[in-house]
């Protein structure tokens, strides 16, 4: 949903970067874990988060100083599954489709997606067949049709690439 940014202010605010669209959707979700690099999570118990000029701040439990905000610089803020709202219809959070069998639109089986990387022009899904691995941008153009029933993912790409 975000991470956390450099200190903000003396008090242990920190500056938070928001993934969410709008920025501030992020504010309305009350309940936030900490994922540090090494994957470690820990709750976060929030003292407070407003918006500030066109970013966002908060203060959490234990961040008394700037010192102490800095040392949570870098961890990713997450929210549970639960407490995200249902997608639009023909939405779906990417982690949902993890796992799905991938096939072109001449019904070729490509593999199966294994994730996502975010790269600047688009996110691409990482669609693996054994040793192969393959990178298919995530777009409306690339990305036919999902199937949750089938558990599978219709995709405009050619076999040989």
């Known amino acids: 949903m975000g991470r956390l940014g450099r200190p903000h202010g003396v008090k242990g605010w920190s500056h938070v970067e928001s993934w969410t669209d709008p920025p501030q959707a992020l504010l309305r979700y009350r309940h936030w874990v900490l994922r540090a690099p090494?994957?470690?999570?820990?709750?976060?118990?929030?003292?407070?988060?407003?918006?500030?000029?066109s970013g966002i701040v908060a203060r959490l439990d234990g961040c008394e100083t700037p010192e102490q905000a800095s040392a949570l610089a870098g961890m990713v803020i997450e929210v549970a599954r639960s407490d995200?709202?249902?997608?639009?219809?023909g939405e779906y959070y990417r982690d949902d489709l993890l796992g799905y069998a991938v096939r072109n639109l001449e019904g070729v089986p490509l593999?199966?997606?294994?994730?996502?990387?975010?790269?600047?022009?688009n996110p691409v899904m990482v669609v693996v067949d054994g040793e192969r691995e393959r990178w298919l941008p995530l777009t409306r153009q690339h990305l036919r049709r999902v199937d949750p029933v089938a558990r599978e993912l219709n995709v405009d790409w050619p076999e040989d690439f």
């Open 111 to 121: 593999g199966m997606l294994r994730g996502y990387i975010d790269m600047p022009a």
């Open 38 to 53: 090494d994957g470690s999570r820990r709750p976060a118990n929030r003292q407070g988060v407003r918006a500030q000029g």
């Open 84 to 89: 995200l709202p249902a997608p639009p219809p």
